[in-house]
C-alpha cells in the first residue's frame, strides 16, 4: 500500500477493497460457464484474511465451496503474496 494509506490508517480498508475486487474480476474466471455468476456470487468482506463470498442461495453456496481451493489460490496469486488464507459463505440478505 501506499506511503498516504498508511498516514491516515486506511491500509486495511484499501487492501479489502482490493482483495474484492480482485475476487470480482477472477469469479467470471474461476467460474467458466456458468450462467449469471455476476449477480449470484459477490464478495462481502474481507477481514483478518478471511473472504466472506455472499451467494444468493446453497448451491451456488455449494459451488462456491467446491472451487475453495482454487478460489485461495488465484487470490493469492493475483496478490503475490498470501493474503487470503480462508473463505466463508453467506447468503445475500
Known sequence: ????????????????????????????????????????????????????INVENSAWGQEVIMRKEKIITQMNEKAGKEIVQDLRTQLKK
Open 1 to 52: 500500500m501506499t506511503r498516504a494509506s498508511n498516514r491516515y490508517g486506511i491500509t486495511r480498508e484499501m487492501q479489502a477493497a482490493k482483495v474484492c475486487h480482485d475476487f470480482r474480476v477472477l469469479v467470471p474466471e474461476i467460474f467458466k460457464g456458468k450462467e449469471g455468476v455476476e449477480d449470484n456470487i459477490t464478495p462481502a468482506s474481507f477481514k483478518e484474511k478471511i473472504l466472506t
